[in-house]
Structures are given as structure tokens and as C-alpha cells.
């Protein structure tokens, strides 16, 4: 049986050490930039656009929430919060891993329609679902809840 041996010298080592090198380097390089590009692990996201909320119609910004000054409305509201919006938001609102803070001037400024729309409609193609199959009273009463976060 003949086996064939691959006689290349120092040229050929030399090429293969420094195409070696190249790929090493590379790779480190992509692997680098792909953690930087990563979302962190914990801590309040800082580069989200909230130009959705300009996007919602007159109509909707006009709307005034009917729970507004209800104590009751703003302990439920923070429930409910902790339960469909935390994951994504933070506990407290300060933003996370997926969602801007909702303690942003564009948050405060915003009319309770705004939100209650923003609520109704989502921003899918950013990752926040539809919450319309959430009774009206509740999207309100998370409204609520917003409104009052310094």
C-alpha cells in the first residue's frame, strides 16, 4: 500500500503557521464583536427609540384613562405590571435585557391614551406583544401604574 507523504519544507510550515495565525485572529475578532453587540445580562437598556408612541393617532392620545387618581387602579396596575411587563422592563420600570425604561421623560410626557394604545397595539417588530386580549380595565389600571413611576 503506498501512503504519500506531503514534503512541503519551511515554506509550506511557514504558510500554514501564518494562515493559522490569520484565522486565530480573525475569529477572536468576530467572536469580540459579537459580545459587544450582546445585550447585557442585567442593567437598564439605554439605546431604545420610543418614537412608537408618536405614532399613535389623535384619537387615541386624546383618550383620558377613567381610572385616573384611583389608588386601587395603581396596586393593581403594578401587580399586573409584575406579571406581563417585568420580564422584559424591570421590576421597577428602569428597563432590562429586552425593553426600554418606562421611567424615560418620553414615558412621563406621554398622555395615558398614548400608553393605553401603545398597551392595545404592541411594537411586534421590536418584541413587545399585543396585549389587547387584556380586559380594557387592566390595560388602564397598567397605566396607571406607569403614570406613576417617577
Known sequence: MNHYRL?????????????????AVCCSLAFAQSANNAPAEA??????????????????????????GDSNAVAAGR??????????????GDGGRKGPSLRAPEV???TPGMLFWILT???VRRGMPVWSKLPEQQRW????????LD
Open 7 to 23: 514534503r512541503c519544507g519551511w515554506p509550506g510550515v511557514l504558510f500554514v503557521s501564518v494562515w493559522l495565525l490569520v484565522f
Open 43 to 68: 442593567g437598564p437598556a439605554t439605546h431604545y427609540s420610543y418614537a412608537e408612541l408618536e405614532k399613535a393617532p389623535e384619537n387615541a392620545r386624546m383618550r383620558s384613562n377613567p381610572l385616573e
Open 79 to 92: 401587580k399586573l405590571f409584575g406579571q406581563h411587563c417585568a420580564l422584559c422592563h424591570g421590576k421597577t
Open 108 to 110: 412621563r410626557d406621554a
Open 121 to 123: 397595539e404592541g411594537v
Open 141 to 148: 389600571q397598567i397605566v396607571c401604574y406607569l403614570k406613576s
